[in-house]
């Protein structure tokens, strides 16, 4: 079986530019959610979607947005990029909302913003 | 708050010498604490799930604990191949967005 699948593996945006990161869960995952990881800290909640909804949202700005598609597969984008937003963007697939037990995370997507 | 606060930030250790990394957090009910192994420039791996105090999961050469406000990853003769950054998470049982809260992480790495 597949695992969680994102792309790009990196990317590298200018400040103001906008970027997409995808995402495909495992098969039979209903449940994605998103995560920035800063060099040397821990992953940061930024969304949770269920069946095509948003189930959660960390404290991040409206530049911030995702969605979920009927095939369960997400795109996280973000606006107006700012050098601060330079992280390792994570995808964690599970089978529901509620519970992380079988969460698993994708290699993630290496954002550099210059 | 809920928080979670992971130490030490690195550890040292020779092949075969073993220790334990601690995970304190702060949270108002636990439904979870989690703990993921994180190798550079990759996705957290899943390694154990602890839900009451006095649970314990063992998993090859790491061993998991958890009280009501700490929970420990005993690793026992470790090998070169077990270094990697040691995540712990934990999900509060009144988080309505089902978030995981992360500590910073313990990088450990043990020499051959």
């Known amino acids: 079986d597949a695992g969680v699948t994102q792309s790009p593996t990196h990317l590298i945006k200018t400040r103001g530019q906008h970027v997409t990161l995808r995402c495909s869960p495992i098969?039979?995952?209903?449940?994605v959610s998103w995560y920035q990881q800063v060099l040397g800290q821990g992953p940061q909640f930024i969304f949770q979607?269920?069946?095509?909804?948003?189930?959660g949202r960390g404290n991040f700005p409206d530049r911030f947005s995702a969605r979920q598609f009927p095939n369960y597969s997400s795109e996280l984008n973000v606006n107006a990029l700012l050098l601060g937003d330079s992280a390792l963007y994570l995808c964690?697939?599970?089978?529901?909302?509620?519970?992380?037990?079988?969460?698993?995370f994708g290699q993630g997507t290496r954002l550099t913003v210059v | 708050e809920d928080q979670v606060t992971q130490s030490p930030e690195a550890l040292r250790l020779q092949e075969g010498e073993s220790s334990s990394l601690n995970c304190s957090y702060t949270?108002?009910?636990?439904?979870?604490l989690f703990w993921y192994r994180q190798d550079p420039g990759k996705g957290p791996e899943f390694l154990f799930t602890?839900?009451?105090?006095?649970e314990e999961k063992e998993k090859e050469r790491l061993k998991a604990t958890l009280t009501k406000k700490e929970s420990f990853l005993h690793i026992t003769a470790p090998k070169p191949e077990d270094s990697a950054t040691y995540l712990c998470?934990?999900?509060?049982?009144?988080?309505?967005?089902?978030?995981?809260?992360w500590g910073a992480g313990t990088k450990l790495i043990i020499k051959p």
């Open positions: 998470a934990v999900q509060a049982a009144g988080d309505s967005n089902y978030q995981l809260i």
């Open positions: 949270v108002s009910g636990l439904r979870g």
């Open positions: 602890l839900y009451s105090a006095g």
């Open positions: 098969s039979g995952h209903k449940s």
């Open positions: 979607y269920y069946e095509k909804e948003e189930r």
């Open positions: 964690a697939s599970s089978l529901s909302a509620q519970s992380y037990t079988e969460a698993f």
